[in-house]
């Protein structure tokens, strides 16, 4: 796969569809302080699952979840926060109800 910054749509697609299959990441509810966040996932977790999808650096996967923000794909639970590579939650906004 190329580096984030000449990603095509198709590649996006490609990549979301892969990202939210069986071997993706891993999409559930999360609990913190109290709260309950459902269908989300991990930031730290899709970083790792991305730098090894495109066999690149952390920096690299931080930059594409950054890209799929940007293109309105996925969003941090609370709309808060860029794409981070931590314990933040993150949500497909086809996920949203």
Not at 37 to 65: D, K, N
């Amino acid at each position: 796969m190329t580096p984030a910054k000449t990603l095509t749509e198709t590649e996006l697609e490609a990549l979301v569809a892969a990202m939210r299959g069986a071997d993706g990441v891993e999409i559930k509810d999360r609990r913190y302080r109290g709260n309950v966040y459902p269908h989300c996932f991990i930031g730290a977790e899709a970083v790792e699952w991305l730098a090894q999808r495109i066999q690149g650096s952390r920096q690299e996967a931080i930059c594409i979840g950054q890209m799929l923000i940007d293109s309105g794909i996925i969003h941090h639970v609370l709309d808060d926060y860029p794409f981070q590579d931590d314990y933040s939650f993150y949500r497909f906004y086809r996920d949203d109800f």
